[in-house]
């Protein structure tokens, strides 16, 4: 063999990737079910919202805070993941937040009330507001820069298969038991996910830094803050003042909040539940930015497709949901093969890769009501489209976050990330609503030319995230 063969063959050696070792392959099988039951249980719930509202003969308007104070519940306490993380540990944190999210679920299935069902879901949310922050963190910190597109591969891929097996799960449940086992089901697979983190999550190394004390003020601001912009969004197009004037005064607070992180220092452990000297660093903020606008891109269509094929199509709630299947397969193929390689190409081609194929992915959906539409051949592709669009993105995006800031800062960063990835859904669901309504006024008797014109938004909002996608790093970042 010659001199240039050899080198040639030692160069493809030494670009594939190694193997992740067993140990780290068991973390990502653990830390990945603590977000599943999370979002299994948010999808689950939604379906069976009619049946709970029956059984305890209560008003929708005021069941549907079980689900609305779930998903406050866990606004008010992401924020605390990265104090959490540096005062417990962050292992010893995400087994707490587990176990009380399995706590929640099981009073939730012994509830006797609406009134105590919300309280109880909200327990569920202040545990479940933890779970995929910390998760993150401990993956993250136990790969090392070098293999975190892969580590976060395993992570998304049972996660973007969630919001299908929900209403699969949902209907089941209350086709051939009643509602309370929608909650009770989490408690064997949230004690199983207990167990099996006992066992395979490795005990952490004795810090010798002083624990950080808890940012009182900063709490007294953020976490109302954000809770009053997640009500204010969705509720700001039901009528009334209640939603705008939620949204005015979580602005305040965020903004209070923003001049106190800023003046805060680390002296006495003092440290900001966000530090938002982060985002002085290009590549965090670049890599922050794209996920507020793709977690507005992903959780406003996951509202509106669903919604058009109950609204225009007739079908059930649990069909409906199905129709997502197609959009978690291709994000779910496409996040497997960009794990492969986030970690040795540069971002900026695979996201705009991504983003091309999401903005084609979407165009078929500006078609509704006009003539026959769309064929069905066509939808399915789309959304599978769609999906892998996204399932490229997410994959360099988490890895640009990570490999963007210091070991000890990574805590912060998942807490900060996961705070702006949920208030993008958060605002491009409400902003769409409302775009939405006021097309269904503009487009009486046509309810799918309303959903057609809806769709023009989302590619348009599709389209800005090229924006800080032209930011991202053009070369390859070198692995430590």
Known sequence: MSVTTKSRSGAARAARPEPLPPGLLKMGVVLALGPILALLDTTIVNVGIDSVARDLHSSMAAVQWVATGYLLAISLTMPLSGWAAGRFGARRAWLGSVVLFVLGSALCGLAWSTGSLIVFRVLQGIGGGLIQPLGQTIMV?????SRIGRVMGTLLLPISLA???????????????????????????????????????????RSELPRPRLDVTGLVLLSPGLTALVYGLSTVGEGGAAGPVAVGAGAVLLAAYGWHALRVGRRGGRVPLIDLRLFARRGFAVATANSFL????????MFLVPLYYQQVERTGAVAAGLLLAPQALGTAVTSLLSSRIADRFAPRPLIL?????????????TQLG???????WLVVGSLVLRGAGMGIIVIPGMAAV?????????????????????????????VLTLILRQAQAGHPGHPGAAFGATFWW????SALSIAPALLYPGSARTAD
Request: hydrophobic share 50%; net charge neutral.
């Open 141 to 145: 910190q136990a790969a090392g820069p």
């Open 163 to 205: 919001p299908v097996l929900g209403p699969i799960l949902g209907g089941l449940v209350l086709e051939h038991l009643n509602w309370r086992w929608m909650f009770l089901l989490n408690v064997p697979v949230g004690l199983l996910t207990v167990l099996l983190a006992a066992r395979w999550l490795p005990a952490e190394a």
């Open 294 to 301: 793709q977690g507005a891109v992903l959780y406003s269509s």
């Open 353 to 365: 890769v991504g983003i091309g194929c999401s903005l084609l992915g979407t165009f078929a959906f």
């Open 370 to 376: 006009r003539g026959s539409g769309p064929a069905d």
């Open 402 to 430: 990570y490999g963007s800031v210091e070991k000890g800062q990574v805590p912060a960063a998942a807490g900060a990330v996961n705070v702006l990835n949920r208030l993008g859904g958060a605002l491009g669901t409400a």
């Open 458 to 461: 989302v590619l348009a909002l």
